[in-house]
């Protein structure tokens, strides 16, 4: 068994979002980056995750020089509050650009604007000390199979891929795969397809992934087994614990709100791996409800972190030497008894 790690926890800033849906809009009102980052601070967590955007606002009017400029200040303004920043990702979904995908798009003009995007966020990472660039590959999938040839957006993928690794030697890759929206289907929805396309590039070495409990949830898939497949290739460099009832929205939910069974599951499978031991952070990739009031706006993500801890403690106090019993004598009923008498308590 790896040494049990001591978990460092991370999120971002969109996770204290406002409450708007595509039916109504917001229930809360915009706080600032300033408030974001003194929350993160007082709720005792470790890091934050970037957007290109988040870092640099409005990247899209700036210079490379004046990025620059800003991330240096950014980063200052980190270490001033001794605060890491976990990675950085481009948000590729919501310029006009990329309106028919990013490194996908049919439009050459869209292709080269993703390219020289990620190119930037790569720049910003390395300012603020990390060389994780996250990549949600939200808008590379079709409405209608007519309109694109998926196995040209795989060698389109890869290519983009190979200009980011060629762009700096020790940046490296976590896909984020998620099977559906905003796309009615994604090219890259799993992780087996993003270890796969991993394997095309340049430098597979660099190219891994980061699991989203919830997007897990939504390719019909069990979290804990993406988690341990990604980690028995060496190759869990992110984590998004959150939660999700079943084939709906994307939901983003406190982890372990729908089903605790799983999170417990999840929990095992980085315990017995030692995830977090080389550096990874765990990080929640969860909303507060619309219906959340400002007083209670950070609550989903006190929640999370709590929970994860008590599950870790479950996941530690767990008798596996009787677990192992049962499983010799294939008692799996008696398993499963034992598994729920221990997260009642
Ligand atoms: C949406 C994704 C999104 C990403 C984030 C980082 O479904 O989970 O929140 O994790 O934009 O790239
Ligand atoms: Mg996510």
Redesign the pocket.
């Known amino acids: 068994m790896p040494p049990a790690p001591v978990y460092r926890f991370c999120f ?1 800033p ?1 996770n204290l979002s406002e409450g708007a849906d595509p039916y109504g809009p917001p229930t809360r009102s915009p706080q600032s980056f300033d408030w974001k980052l003194g929350q993160l601070k007082a709720l005792g967590f470790d890091a934050m ?1 970037f ?1 290109d955007d988040d870092a640099i606002p409005d990247i899209d009017t700036k210079s490379e020089k004046a990025i620059r400029e800003e991330a240096e200040e950014l980063k200052r303004r980190l270490d001033g509050e001794g605060i890491a920043a976990e990675m950085v ?1 481009p ?1 590729l979904w919501f310029s006009p650009n990329t309106i028919d995908g990013a490194y996908t798009s049919n439009d050459p003009k869209a292709r080269q604007y993703a390219i020289d995007r990620s190119l930037r966020s790569i720049d910003i990472a390395r300012i603020l000390g990390t060389n994780l660039l ?3 590959l ?1 808008r590379e999938g079709t409405y209608l199979r007519e309109a694109k040839v998926a196995s040209r957006s795989f060698d389109l993928l890869v290519e983009a891929f190979d200009r980011m690794l060629a762009h700096d030697p020790e940046i490296r890759l976590a896909i ?1 795969p ?1 099977p559906n ?1 905003p796309m009615d289907h994604a090219y890259v929805p799993t992780i087996g397809h993003a270890l796969a396309i991993a394997q095309l590039t340049r430098d597979p070495a660099r190219v891994g992934a ?1 699991i ?1 409990s ?2 897990a949830i939504l390719a019909g898939l069990d979290p804990s087994d993406e988690i341990e497949f990604a980690l028995r290739f060496g190759k869990l460099w992110s984590l ?1 614990l959150n939660d999700q009832n079943g084939l709906k929205f ?1 939901q ?1 939910k406190p982890f372990a709100s729908t089903n605790l069974r799983s999170a417990f599951n999840q929990v095992q499978a980085l315990e017995r791996h030692g995830y977090g031991s080389r550096g990874e952070y765990v990080c929640f ?1 969860v909303h507060p409800f619309r219906t959340t009031k400002p007083e209670q706006w950070v609550a989903h993500l006190e929640n999370s972190r709590r929970t994860f801890l008590r599950l870790v403690e479950k996941a530690r106090s767990f008798d596996n030497s009787a677990a192992q019993q049962f499983i010799s004598e294939r008692n799996y009923q008696a398993l499963d008894q034992m598994v729920i008498e221990h997260l009642l308590g």
């Open positions: 971002g969109w995750m957007h990702a948000r996250v990549l949600w939200a984020e998620k929206e980061l989203e919830a997007h998004h994307d983003d990739d």
